[in-house]
């Protein structure tokens, strides 16, 4: 065995590196569909209320500031001149309007707007008080709303609020657009939260499930909603009835195993007393020894309790195994691992992950020309993870058959000849590494040969 000459590992397949999938989750499309209708209904309230409340609105004052020019141009047509400037003094201090001489030296800035609104409003006031009627929003430097006028010949500016002709288009509007579309997005993000609530709930029950956990994965059966509540309850049927499955699976194959063991015993004991041909004997031992591997086989397999985990030294593992497989004549491994690795398992069981997969190897995975199986174990860390590969360099298995190979009771005769096994093993072997926490996967190799891969927590 060398252990000395680096192996480069090839990339594991796509199953171990857990590579995200993209795209939106539910819940982030059930935000973006709700979030789109509420804002869309904010435009839609918006041009409403422009075209049935806003725009009425505005030409009305325009129609009623109008009307003031009007009664105010009137009052100081009819006025002395002391009479006229009580009228100036109380329009400014009791109606905030404020009556001005127009000077030829007055220097205005045309009332404009960027929409059709403010359009309207000028044409009114225009139509309302004769063409010659100027609307300013500057009059010399000082803002507002100005309309300028004649009283016989002389004219005057009117000073007023330009809030008169309608709603305020300033800062406000901008204020309670923000908040309105902040509250709508988080009212989103609350409706889809509580509508992917349960499915949440689901899919994680579903994955304790699949590890095995069938207590962990039971739902509220009360909920409000019927049709969540329904298939709650349907769920822990199905959770109930396939741990009652798998709890007489493994009875049965225990039981089995257990039944097997004292007949075993007995042909064995009788095999040695009663054959006296020694080479029948010693093939009858071979099968009977067989069988009694392939029944811890399936005593294995029936395991149900979860591994232990704590640090363990990769190095010291594999070596261990590498060392019960040293004196094989038909078998030849090559180790490449960093010092100092450690994951996180259980030492007795990736103790016999690593053992089946060598002895997969020596009885499946030997070269045509030599008869010895060549067996390449490297392993290499990648964030939080270690990535472990055991790679032989026989036939390899047909592609179609590879998704397979980890079926319990599958063996790949056609592929992989001198199938003796019960086809357990690698079935043993992915089951094991899920109990650590890991992800097993099976690929061929560029250059020939099954490899082996092991994805493990670092510790």
């Known amino acids: ?82 009479a006229r400037v009580s009228l100036i003094k109380t329009l400014a201090d009791e109606e905030r309007v404020r009556i001005t001489p127009r000077e030829p030296k007055d220097k205005y800035e045309l009332f404009e707007s960027d929409d059709e609104l403010g359009e309207r409003i000028t044409q009114e006031l225009q139509a309302r008080l004769g063409n010659n009627t100027v609307v300013a929003s500057t009059v010399n430097g000082q803002k507002g709303l100005w309309v300028g006028f004649a009283i016989d010949g002389d004219a005057y500016w009117l000073l007023t609020d330009p809030s008169k002709i309608g709603p305020s288009r300033g800062s406000t509007w901008v204020i309670w657009l923000v908040t309105a579309a902040i509250l709508s997005l988080a009212g989103a993000a609350f409706i889809a939260r509580l509508i992917n609530r349960p499915l949440k709930q689901l899919s994680f029950a579903a994955s304790r499930m699949r590890d095995g956990d069938f207590d962990a994965s039971l739902l509220d059966e009360k909920v409000a909603t019927s049709e969540i509540r329904e298939v709650n309850i349907g769920f822990n049927r199905m959770a109930e009835q396939l741990s009652k499955i798998e709890q007489d699976r493994v009875i049965m194959l225990a039981g089995i195993s257990h039944d097997l063991r004292t007949p075993l015993a007995r042909l064995r004991l009788e095999t040695e007393m009663s054959v006296a041909d020694k080479d029948a004997r010693d093939h009858m031992a071979a099968d009977i020894t067989q069988l009694d591997a392939i029944i811890d086989k399936f005593l294995d397999y029936a395991r149900p309790e979860p591994a232990r985990l704590e640090s363990v030294s990769l190095n010291a593992v594999i070596d261990a195994a590498v060392y019960a497989v040293g004196d094989y004549e038909d078998m030849r491994v090559t180790v490449s691992v960093p010092e100092n690795m450690s994951v996180l398992a259980d030492e007795v069981e990736l103790s016999r992950v690593i053992s089946n997969l060598l002895e997969n190897a020596r009885r499946y995975g030997k070269t045509a020309e030599t008869g010895v199986a060549v067996v390449d174990i490297a392993a290499k860390a990648r964030d939080q993870w270690v990535l472990l590969r055991v790679r032989d360099h026989g036939m390899g298995v047909a592609p179609e058959t590879l998704p397979k190979l980890t079926r319990p009771f599958f063996r790949g005769d056609a592929a992989r000849t001198a199938a003796t096994g019960a086809g357990l093993g690698l079935a043993i072997v992915e089951k094991t590494v899920q109990r650590m926490g890991g992800v097993f996967g099976l690929t061929n190799t560029g250059s020939g040969g099954l490899a082996a891969h092991i994805k493990l927590r670092r510790s």
Do not use: C, H, K
Not at 13 to 19: G, Y
Not at 29 to 48: E, Y
């Open 1 to 82: 065995m060398d252990a000395t000459n680096p192996i480069p590992l090839e990339t594991a397949p796509a199953p171990l590196e857990m590579r995200p999938r993209r795209g939106f989750s539910l819940f982030w499309r059930t935000f973006f569909f709700l979030a789109l209708l509420l804002l869309g209904s904010i435009v839609a309230w918006l041009q409403t209320f422009r075209a049935l409340e806003s725009e009425p609105r505005a030409i009305q004052s325009a129609q009623q500031l109008a009307s003031m020019v009007n009664l105010s141009r009137a009052a100081l047509r009819y006025s002395d001149s002391i």
